[in-house]
Nanobody, 115 residues
Framework: QVRLVESGGGLVQTGGSLRLSCAASRSGYAFKAMGWYRQAPGKERELVAAIVGGGTTTYGDSVKGRFTISRNKPQNEVYLQMNDLKPEDTAVYLC?????????WGQGTQVTVSP
C-alpha cells in the first residue's frame, strides 16, 4: 500500500518562509488530487491548499496570497511554499492524496512560527 512522506517542516520566525514536500512511497498510483491540511492543538483539522486534476487549486481563506501549492504529477509529489508565516500558522501539516476509492494521509510535519 502506498504511503505519503512529508518533509520540510521546522521552526521559523514570523515573516519567514518554509517549503513543505510530500512524496508517495511507491510509483504507479494515479492520484486524483493532492493537498495539505493542518491541525493545531485543540483545533479541528482544516484545509490549507489542494490541487486537483489538471492543476486547479484551492486555498483556505487564512493562507490565500501567502501560500502556494504545486505538484509534480508524474512523480506523485506535492509541495507547499509558505511565505510571510505567522504564529497562527503553527500546526502539524499533513499531506493527503485522493485515489478515488480511498484517501491516503501522511504522518505530518510540524511547523512552528515564533513571534
Amino acid at each position: 500500500q502506498v504511503r505519503l512522506v512529508e518533509s520540510g517542516g521546522g521552526l521559523v520566525q514570523t515573516g519567514g518562509s518554509l517549503r513543505l514536500s510530500c512524496a508517495a512511497s511507491r510509483s504507479g498510483y494515479a492520484f486524483k488530487a493532492m493537498g495539505w491540511y493542518r491541525q493545531a492543538p485543540g483545533k479541528e483539522r482544516e484545509l490549507v491548499a489542494a490541487i486537483v486534476g489538471g492543476g486547479t487549486t484551492t486555498y483556505g481563506d487564512s493562507v490565500k496570497g501567502r501560500f502556494t501549492i504545486s505538484r509534480n504529477k508524474p512523480q506523485n509529489e506535492v509541495y507547499l511554499q509558505m511565505n510571510d508565516l505567522k504564529p497562527e500558522d503553527t500546526a502539524v501539516y499533513l499531506c493527503k492524496a485522493v485515489l478515488g476509492t480511498y484517501d491516503v494521509w501522511g504522518q505530518g510535519t510540524q511547523v512552528t512560527v515564533s513571534p
